[in-house]
């Protein structure tokens, strides 16, 4: 259908829209013009009610966001596997940024800046992740290595006491966490001992880290036999754990998923050696056996101690 003529005034000349012939505004055109964009403005509204509801009510925009964070925590991680550590700090940030409250986002950034050596940046994360989430445990053991990295013993104590006053975490770990937090900053050692001395006799078996913590403790009191005994046993310990792995590694492909838990592990038992090494030639030095503890100084250094590293 063709469209309709317009019409024409007097002299021939076309008439607007909504206009009279005289050139004055039709008032019944006029009106339902209006009344049309009054009912779209109000349709207009009554959508961006429904969407603002929405978006309070069903937590939309949250939800929007947290998957944007996600997003970039996938991303950080991946950077960090193909050992690109600034990026993947970058990602980490956009990710947090994103997701404030996401506790495996914080986490995932504290661990990243404990890798760059930003101490204090990763405990900050830390301690954000436990205030929203204070049952996590990997966010507490987080802060705690953080505090000894920081020379924060005391803290490190103090943390591990809150744990055990509201039962998060196992308790003989805690109890060897803050034996091993007042010997490194050499104090309430007494204390120390009888929580090292529970925490054995809550375990099973013999374990290696708590007979080390044990040793440390006394050598710190100055119960040189005794420590060097507790020593001795845990290096023994330790060492056999490193023939069973190495024995469950021989003939196998160490390229993928296994090759990587077994360098893992191996590496764990290699630091657990190289701080029971110090510490035992920390006592041979006390005992003034200079051969015997530079040997075993050496034998640390080659096992990776470093307190700078947290290896200590």
């Not at 309709?4 to 829209?17: E, M, N, S, V």
């Not at 909504?18 to 004055?24: K, M, N, P, Q, T």
């Not at 990763?122 to 996590?136: E, H, N, R, W």
């Not at 030095?285 to 080659?302: H, T, V």
Request: net charge negative.
């Amino acid at each position: 259908m063709r469209p309709t003529a317009p019409k024409l005034d007097k002299d021939g000349f076309p008439i607007p829209q909504g206009f009279d012939e005289a050139g004055l505004e039709d008032p019944t055109t006029s009106s339902a013009a209006t009344m049309r964009r009054v009912r779209w403005v109000l349709r207009m509204a009554l959508v961006a009610g429904l969407l603002a509801y929405a978006w309070i009510h069903f937590d939309v925009g949250k939800n929007i966001s947290d998957q944007i964070g996600l997003h970039f925590g996938q991303e950080a991680r991946r950077l960090y596997q193909s050992n690109d550590l600034p990026r993947a700090l970058e990602a980490a940030d956009r990710a947090v940024s994103w997701s404030p409250q996401n506790v495996d986002l914080l986490m995932t950034r504290s661990q990243l800046k404990y890798l760059n050596k930003d101490y204090d940046g990763a405990l900050a994360d830390a301690k954000q992740a436990i205030v929203l989430s204070p049952q996590d445990l990997h966010a507490h053991r987080m802060q705690r290595q953080l505090f000894h990295l920081l020379a924060r013993h005391r803290e490190a104590a103090t943390a591990a006491t809150e744990l055990l006053a509201h039962g998060i975490e196992d308790e003989a770990e805690l109890l060897n966490s803050r034996a091993y937090s007042r010997a490194l900053g050499d104090f309430e050692l007494e204390d120390a001992e009888r929580d090292i001395e529970k925490a054995i006799k809550l375990e099973k078996d013999d374990n290696a880290a708590y007979l080390d913590t044990r040793g440390y403790v006394r050598l710190k009191l100055g119960k040189l036999d005794q420590a060097l005994a507790d020593l001795d046993q845990a290096i023994k310990l330790v060492e056999q754990q490193q023939r069973e792995v190495e024995i469950v590694g021989l003939g196998r492909d160490l390229s993928g998923q296994f090759g990587r838990s077994y360098e893992n592990q191996m590496e764990t038992l290699r630091h657990h050696l190289a701080v029971m090494y110090h510490h035992r030639g920390e006592v041979y030095d006390r005992q003034k056996k200079r051969e015997l503890a530079d040997r075993d100084y050496a034998a640390a250094k080659r096992f990776g101690f470093n307190p700078a590293e947290g290896v200590y």
